[in-house]
């Protein structure tokens, strides 16, 4: 530690020695400054502490790009000064723990809202103020800016009120509440303008103040006797031929009349104003009109500065409100933010993270699973980021909302380029050491870490899952990328020491340090022993600390204390690509030579570097150590391939309970339309059947009146026998329909026959019934099987007929059952349940052989890994099948095929790969 101090107390001291040593090697130096007499400045003040701490934060914010998170949420605000102040990273992070839960708290009430708030209407009213405290007198515009955002205030907080006006909705609403209640809305001030000023036509109206409706009445008074003065003597000058049309005009703020030069004798006395450039048409006013334009132009500038009064005491109002008003669109602000945090939250699937607090006596663990890198997640918006500039016109439309809505017609599919972690940091944990090859994620992940500790104090939801537990930090502090500086003369690695002496001068028990490649850019020998100095001191310093580093000597810190943890990028060597992943509890290794022997080096450049490392760090070759760390890995792998697959097959049987769902509810609805087309045919038959015993009695009365006393026996024979056959014709289907309805309640005993569906309701006869009544052993013909109650029907007279109207009964496509989950023997995977419906079934019967072809083919093609395709080909001449059989035994993707049961030959199921 003493050499660590040496080295990045005083930068200045220490360049001036090196020059005055003439040393350029950073070993001579380290080695000589331990020797040398340098006095340094003593510890800083706390005013300079609390000011290196704002330095610190301003630049781990940089490092992290919480600017470009900030504006990945300003497309969600609907105010101007929402959107400003995202853009512009300015938006609140919490203090204090409580602080960071209340604005959590906001986050999720306005997550839970109904309806969207309307901030319509509200715009920064900020400068209007500052212009008034100056004493700048307020332009009608800025008045009625300033109206309409009060009064588009008060209809928030009402619209926020009626949708918490039941008690459930109103405490989960309450931290949106509680941000504007308590304001004052300055009812009396929106009140005074709107009678002050009409905003619809830009003017101050005449009540405004008494004097300005006497001065304005005396006007308009005034006015329209000059008026009717310049109009008589226009018409007259007309009439006399001074001028070709009567024109009253205003020139010089006077009004006059247009007369010909030659004409001008006509208007006496009178005054020239002004002459056209032809100089055939002088604009002059009559001298009985002097005294009235005289009035005129004394009566305008009473009124106007009659106006300019009113404005400033409207002025002298807003300034004596001046604090109401702030403290109002601050809130209007921080409103607009935790909406604006919700529907981020919502773009990205966000959940809430939990806070643990952090006490000397019960140091917080970290429990986040499947987080993305929130700069990731932007790919399908990149314009959110790069396009947006904050001094734009358009991105202060983007303010007003119009952002909102363009987000939302953007596509909600997540991108996929960004790989989720998992952070399991466990309790006790200070220091967690993250090792691993070079473009491995190391980084990324400790970045996601920091973020999600901002975006977790800033109220943010974290693009996770389940919901994430960490830590409160008071501070995040990294030291990540190359602070190099020409201008002060460091170098890489004085650079680092000096971010990393200023990060442990500030930090604090409730601290998140985080620093990439520790002790890198000097000797290793001496970097490692720094580093693990370093990395000593942290663990009694701060919350937690992770740091990345390639040195394996510093992964084994954690054999001799418990709090230190140790973390691995995985890498396949297979592909020589890294997998992002995280592997806790592993120490990573750099693979250097392995990925040189895999990419083709020299066997003896491989076989003389490894004796070289052998010769350094024996250890590192344990052979045993060496296997059990490759056998673990690969135990991982495995368990992690069986976990993938059992999220597989579970996402496919929910996916076929949908579709089966799906057909469910078509098979009621077709239902319904039948019945109700059954329905309806059945009326008409009725009508029919009306009409036609109508006419046969008409026909008989017709008849009755000319027949004599001989035919009236014939007639009415036939007439009953029309009338019978019509019945006769149409009863069946009432009998039919009787006994449908009942046909669910019979009880077939053994020696019955019943018809089975399977069987394309041929009959079969009961040799036993099973105790529940559920099921039946049918014998037909010399084969015994066992079926469903309900796929079969008591045999009646009327078979026939009841066959001749289908979809008096209701239809089902499901012909399968469903297969038992799990794993088979020899470690196959159950294929989940094989059930028919459309989308896994392609019929094939009416079709010519080679049509059938094209059309299995496709079907096999389309249909996913590990599912079954039903395949109709139907008997016929045997043709289809045949090819169907040849097919599916010789197609790559085909494991087995068989008949879907033994009754049914015309349907084939087939299983894919």
Not at 148 to 167: F, M
Not at 487 to 505: A, K, P, V, Y
Request: charged share 25%; with cysteine; net charge neutral.
């Amino acid at each position: 530690m003493e050499l660590y101090t040496l080295l990045i107390s005083k930068p200045p001291n220490l360049r001036r020695h090196c020059r005055n040593l003439r040393v350029i090697d950073q070993r001579s130096v380290l080695r000589r400054l331990c020797f040398s007499t340098i006095s340094f400045s003593s510890t800083p003040t706390d005013s300079q502490r609390l000011s290196l701490s704002e330095d610190l934060q301003n630049k781990t914010l940089e490092i992290l790009e919480w600017k470009r998170v900030c504006k990945q949420l300003s497309a969600f605000t609907s105010t101007s000064m929402g959107f400003s102040s995202a853009v512009n990273g300015d938006i609140p992070i919490g203090r204090t723990r409580e602080e960071s839960q209340r604005l959590l708290n906001q986050t999720a009430a306005a997550f839970s809202l109904r309806e969207p708030l309307n901030f319509s209407g509200i715009e920064d009213a900020s400068e209007i103020v500052d212009s008034s405290i100056s004493g700048e007198v307020m332009r009608i515009r800025e008045l009625c800016v300033l109206k309409k955002t009060l009064w588009s205030a008060r209809k928030l907080l009402q619209q926020l009120e009626e949708v918490s006006s039941d008690d459930d909705s109103f405490e989960r609403n309450y931290p949106l509440l509680e941000i504007l209640r308590g304001c004052n809305f300055l009812i009396e001030l929106e009140q005074k303008i709107e009678f002050c000023v009409d905003c619809t036509l830009s003017t101050i109206l005449d009540g405004a103040s008494e004097e300005l409706e006497i001065i304005r009445s005396e006007r308009r008074r005034n006015m329209e006797a000059l008026d009717y003065l310049l109009r008589s003597v226009s018409r007259q000058i007309f009439q006399a031929g001074g001028i070709n049309n009567p024109l009253v005009t205003k020139r010089r703020s006077r009004m006059c009349v247009a007369i010909r030069a030659s004409h001008r004798s006509l208007l006496r006395d009178g005054v020239v104003l002004n002459v056209s450039s032809s100089g055939a048409t002088y604009f002059m006013e009559p001298r009985e009109a002097v005294d009235l334009n005289n009035n005129e132009v004394r009566l305008a500038n009473s009124e106007k500065d009659e106006e300019q009064t009113i404005l400033s005491l409207l002025t002298s109002e807003i300034s004596d409100s001046a604090v109401e008003i702030k403290y109002l669109l601050d809130r209007i602000q921080e409103l607009d933010l935790a909406v604006a945090r919700a529907a981020y939250a919502k773009w990205f699937n966000g959940v809430s993270p939990i806070l643990n607090p952090v006490t000397s006596e019960n140091t917080s663990a970290v429990d986040i699973e499947g987080i993305k890198h929130p700069l990731l997640l932007e790919s399908s918006r990149s314009f959110l980021i790069d396009d947006i500039d904050p001094n734009s016109q358009t991105s202060l439309q983007m303010g007003r909302g119009i952002g909102v809505e363009c987000s939302r017609k953007l596509s909600d599919s997540m991108p996929c380029s960004s790989v989720p972690i998992d952070i399991k940091i466990g309790r006790g944990t200070n220091v967690v050491i993250i090792s691993g090859p070079n473009a491995g994620g190391k980084t990324a992940s400790m970045k996601t870490l920091g973020l999600a500790s901002l975006m977790s104090k800033a109220g943010m939801y974290l693009p996770a899952r389940k919901q994430p537990k960490l830590p409160w930090f008071d501070l995040v502090l990294a030291d990540i990328g190359d602070h190099q500086s020409l201008e002060q003369s460091l170098s890489t690695f004085s650079g680092h020491m000096l971010q990393i002496r200023n990060i442990l001068e500030v930090a604090s028990k409730e601290t998140l340090v985080l620093i990439d490649e520790i002790g890198s850019g000097t000797d290793p020998s001496e970097g490692v022993a720094l580093s693990a100095s370093i990395l000593q001191y942290l663990k009694d310093k701060v919350s937690l600390a992770v740091v990345t580093t390639h040195y394996a000597d510093l992964s084994r810190l954690r054999d001799t204390d418990v709090r230190f943890e140790n973390a691995a990028m995985e890498f396949c060597l297979d592909t020589l690509q890294p997998t992002y992943r995280i592997l806790w509890g592993c120490a990573g290794e750099s693979n250097a030579l392995k990925i040189a022997r895999k990419i083709g080096f020299d066997v003896k450049i491989i076989q003389r570097a490894e004796s070289w490392l052998e010769m350094l760090v024996p250890e590192k070759l344990d052979e045993r150590k060496g296997l059990l760390y490759d056998s673990l890995l690969e135990e991982r792998n495995r368990i992690g391939n069986q976990e993938r697959e059992a999220a597989s097959l579970h996402s496919a049987v929910m996916d076929l309970y949908h579709e089966i769902q799906d057909e469910a509810e078509d098979l009621d609805w077709r239902e319904m339309a039948q019945m109700a087309k059954e329905s309806q045919r059945f009326q008409e038959e009725f009508k029919a059947a009306k009409t036609q015993i109508e006419a046969s009695v008409q026909e008989f009365e017709n008849q009755l009146r000319v027949a004599n006393s001989h035919q009236f026996s014939s007639l009415i024979k036939k007439a009953e026998s029309t009338i019978a056959s019509v019945v006769s014709n149409h009863r069946p289907n009432i009998v039919l329909i009787a006994e449908e309805m009942d046909e669910g309640s019979y009880t077939p005993k053994p020696g019955k026959q019943v018809h089975v569906k399977h069987l394309g309701d041929k009959p079969a006869t009961v040799v036993e019934v099973s105790e529940d009544g559920r099921t039946l052993l049918v014998q037909y013909g010399k084969m015994r099987f066992r079926v469903d109650k309900s796929s079969t029907r008591a045999v009646s007279g009327r078979s026939s007929v009841a066959s001749s109207l289908p979809g008096l009964r209701k239809q089902t496509r499901v012909t399968g059952n469903l297969r038992a989950l799990g794993r088979k023997k020899g470690g196959e995977v159950s294929r989940g349940p094989m059930v028919q419906t459309s989308k896994n079934t392609v019929d094939l019967r009416g079709m010519r052989v080679e049509e059938a072809s094209h059309n299995l083919n496709i079907a096999i093609a389309s249909r996913e890994p590990g599912s079954v395709l039903h395949v109709i080909h139907g008997m016929g001449t045997g043709v289809v099948k045949e090819q169907v059989l040849k097919i599916l035994r010789t197609h790559p993707q085909i494991v087995r095929f068989e008949q879907e049961s033994p009754m049914n030959y015309g349907c084939t199921v087939a299983f894919i790969k």
